[in-house]
């Protein structure tokens, strides 16, 4: 990526809610070489939940939707009612996830991390 993107990233704090560790610390990875805080990663919704309702420095997260047979849309609703933009990676179809966040980007894996660092700085734009 170039050096506009890591300006964008500076500072930022991402969750990213992820099961698989090696597509967890990909992921991670590649949003800290960003210039980005990485929170977590975490794998359950049990370990997100106290993340996404209580740490008010989120600016964005990346979430899977299936961990470990539960989903992750309890954490998604949370983020929402806080105004916190996500987004979704998952071997998912997009039907599965609820109308209510059918507008949510959804990024398909195997994660192409450039893909991702581009949906989420577009998502930085304006947060000032």
Same mark, same amino acid.
């Given at each position: 990526?170039?050096?506009?993107?890591?300006?964008?990233?500076?500072?930022?704090?991402?969750?990213?809610?992820?099961?698989?560790? %090696? =597509?967890?610390?990909?992921?991670?990875?590649?949003?800290? +070489?960003?210039?980005?805080?990485?929170?977590?990663?975490?794998?359950?919704?049990?370990?997100? %939940? !106290?993340?996404?309702?209580?740490?008010?420095?989120?600016?964005?997260?990346?979430?899977? =939707?299936?961990?470990?047979?539960?989903?992750?849309?309890?954490?998604?609703?949370?983020?929402?009612?806080?105004?916190? !933009?996500?987004?979704?990676?998952?071997?998912?179809?997009?039907?599965?996830?609820?109308?209510?966040?059918?507008?949510? !980007?959804?990024?398909?894996? !195997?994660?192409?991390?450039?893909?991702? =660092?581009?949906?989420?700085?577009?998502?930085?734009?304006? +947060?000032?």
């Amino acid at each position: 990526m170039d050096n506009h993107s890591e300006a964008i990233f500076q500072g930022r704090r991402i969750l990213v809610v992820e099961d698989e560790y %090696m =597509i967890a610390t990909d992921i991670a990875r590649s949003l800290e +070489k960003q210039g980005a805080t990485v929170l977590g990663p975490v794998g359950s919704v049990a370990d997100a %939940m !106290p993340l996404a309702s209580r740490d008010s420095d989120i600016d964005s997260a990346v979430l899977d =939707i299936n961990l470990r047979n539960e989903t992750v849309f309890t954490v998604a609703d949370v983020l929402r009612e806080r105004g916190i !933009p996500f987004v979704f990676a998952t071997g998912y179809e997009a039907s599965v996830v609820p109308l209510r966040h059918a507008d949510v !980007p959804l990024i398909e894996k !195997p994660v192409d991390t450039e893909c991702l =660092i581009r949906c989420l700085a577009n998502m930085q734009v304006g +947060k000032g």
